[in-house]
Every structure is written in structure tokens, then in C-alpha cells.
């Protein structure tokens, strides 16, 4: 069993920096010292901090059908065998961008961004249906996306 990492205890002042990113990824750090009471320094050795640490990223979201990927799905996996082999060689896949291990009806869930129908064929069954210990995919195609924010803020 992977042990789970202890979580990281924030002061007030970075949940607040992380807030201030999560509301505007780009608001310099002048402008979210101002609002947390730092200097632009200060933030800025935060954000480093955060960053290496993995608590935090800073990344650009894109519009997957403004870049040409018209197809986005979630496909649930079933596995036999060991779902966290299975788990690496969907994550190596291009196309995948978001994978979870799971408990009940699937092993796994992976989202994936492709350009159309055809190439989301293709991926199912040349890639991933090939995995060895996939013994089952259900595969549910998103019709529109209604609701994707970032800014649930920190505990």
C-alpha cells in the first residue's frame, strides 16, 4: 500500500496566495502582495516554495475544441490483474490527460482529448483495449462541457 503523503499545513497568508492564483493565474506578484499584505518578494519566495513542493501549480487551461480536439471522453476501465501496471501505460498515452484509480464498477477512469471520432476508435482499440490486464472499457463521450473552475480554494 502507498502511504499517503501528510498533508501540508498553510498559513493564512499562503491559502490567500493561492486564492489570489487561483482567481487570476497571471495577477503579478505585486498585485497579490498588495492583497495578502507582502512584499513582491515575499510572494514570490511563497509561490517558489509552493510550487516545488507540489502543493501548488501555476498552468495554462486551454479550450480543447478551439485547438482542434473535437472528441474529449471519460473512459472507465476495467482491469484484471494489477491496475497500477495497467495505470502506467495509460498514463504514457498522449491522449490521456487525467487518470484516477478507482474503486467500484471501474479500476480506472482516464478523460481523454482527441481530434475527432475516428482517432477516439483508434485509441480505444489499438491502444488502450491492447493494454495487457484491460479486460473492459465503457467509454462516455462529453456533449458539452458545462461547469471546469479551479478555484475551490484550500481547507
Same mark, same amino acid.
Given at each position: 500500500?502507498?502511504?499517503? &503523503?501528510? &498533508?501540508?499545513? +498553510?498559513?493564512?497568508?499562503?491559502?490567500?496566495?493561492?486564492?489570489?492564483?487561483?482567481?487570476?493565474?497571471?495577477?503579478?506578484?505585486?498585485?497579490? !502582495?498588495?492583497?495578502?499584505?507582502?512584499?513582491?518578494?515575499?510572494?514570490?519566495?511563497?509561490?517558489?516554495?509552493?510550487?516545488?513542493?507540489?502543493?501548488?501549480?501555476?498552468?495554462?487551461?486551454?479550450? &480543447?475544441?478551439?485547438?482542434?480536439?473535437?472528441?474529449? @471522453?471519460?473512459?472507465? #476501465?476495467?482491469?484484471?490483474?494489477?491496475?497500477? @501496471?495497467?495505470?502506467?501505460?495509460?498514463?504514457? +498515452?498522449? @491522449?490521456?490527460?487525467?487518470?484516477?484509480?478507482?474503486?467500484?464498477?471501474?479500476? #480506472?477512469?482516464?478523460?481523454?482529448?482527441?481530434?475527432?471520432?475516428?482517432?477516439? #476508435?483508434? +485509441?480505444?482499440?489499438?491502444?488502450?483495449?491492447?493494454?495487457? !490486464?484491460?479486460?473492459?472499457?465503457?467509454?462516455?463521450?462529453?456533449?458539452? +462541457?458545462?461547469?471546469?473552475?479551479?478555484?475551490?480554494?484550500?481547507?
Amino acid at each position: 500500500m502507498v502511504a499517503r &503523503p501528510k &498533508p501540508v499545513q +498553510l498559513d493564512d497568508v499562503s491559502k490567500a496566495i493561492i486564492e489570489q492564483l487561483q482567481t487570476d493565474g497571471r495577477r503579478s506578484y505585486a498585485e497579490i !502582495g498588495k492583497a495578502v499584505g507582502l512584499s513582491e518578494a515575499a510572494v514570490r519566495q511563497r509561490v517558489q516554495k509552493l510550487t516545488e513542493s507540489g502543493v501548488m501549480q501555476v498552468v495554462a487551461v486551454t479550450d &480543447p475544441m478551439q485547438l482542434g480536439f473535437y472528441r474529449q @471522453a471519460m473512459i472507465g #476501465i476495467r482491469v484484471s490483474g494489477d491496475t497500477t @501496471a495497467v495505470a502506467d501505460e495509460l498514463a504514457s +498515452l498522449s @491522449a490521456v490527460d487525467y487518470l484516477v484509480l478507482t474503486a467500484g464498477s471501474f479500476d #480506472i477512469l482516464a478523460e481523454v482529448v482527441c481530434e475527432n471520432d475516428d482517432d477516439l #476508435i483508434d +485509441l480505444l482499440n489499438r491502444r488502450i483495449r491492447a493494454i495487457d !490486464g484491460v479486460h473492459s472499457t465503457e467509454t462516455f463521450v462529453y456533449l458539452r +462541457l458545462q461547469k471546469q473552475f479551479y478555484n475551490w480554494g484550500t481547507r
